[in-house]
């Protein structure tokens, strides 16, 4: 795939019920980039329908946040953040990124930070004063973007599946 040259087309807006299909496609695409850092990332595809309902279902719920980058109208990117209460902290309000994707042949571009600079808008219009993320902790990739970016680790987070026996 070849490089685009410029991002200066690139818009992002908030994502729209006519956006679901470009939206789970760049879903699915990085949830199986996110595979290969783990075990407890493994792509389910057991009901796509379902998938599909949820998706649909947060488009506007107002609990989550999610823009997409367009680039004359075709999708290259997305956001999607949840917006959670801290009662116990303050600020209030926090937006998680959970997902961000831009398309390979769109990424060094500056979309990723046009994603990010629009999800500061929206959480500085909705009195949101905090906006973290979350990845797989082996994606240097994503490590590298945000820290460039200015982000920093707040918290780690452990698992360990139901089935697997604990040991003391």
Not at 1 to 8: F, I, L, P
Not at 70 to 75: Q, V
Not at 146 to 166: A, D
Request: charged share 25%; hydrophobic share 40%; with cysteine.
């Amino acid at each position: 795939m070849s490089k685009v040259t410029a991002s200066d087309n690139v818009s992002v807006v908030p994502a729209a019920q006519s956006d679901l299909n470009d939206i789970l496609s760049l879903l699915l695409r990085l949830k199986r980039f996110n595979s290969e850092f783990g075990c407890y990332c493994i792509v389910s595809e057991d009901d796509p329908e379902e998938i599909k309902r949820y998706t649909s279902s947060i488009i506007d719920d107002g609990k989550h946040i999610i823009l997409l980058a367009k680039d004359r109208g075709k999708t290259v990117g997305l956001i999607l953040a949840d917006v959670l209460y801290r009662i116990y902290y303050s600020p209030k309000y926090e937006a998680r990124i959970r997902d961000i994707y831009v398309l390979p042949e769109y990424r060094m571009r500056g979309i990723g930070q046009k994603l990010i600079e629009e999800l500061m808008n929206v959480a500085s219009k909705r009195n949101i004063g905090l906006v973290t993320t979350e990845f797989p902790s082996d994606n240097l990739v994503a490590v590298n973007f945000f820290s460039k970016i200015g982000y920093s680790q707040m918290v780690s987070i452990w698992g360990v599946p139901v089935q697997q026996s604990l040991e003391p």
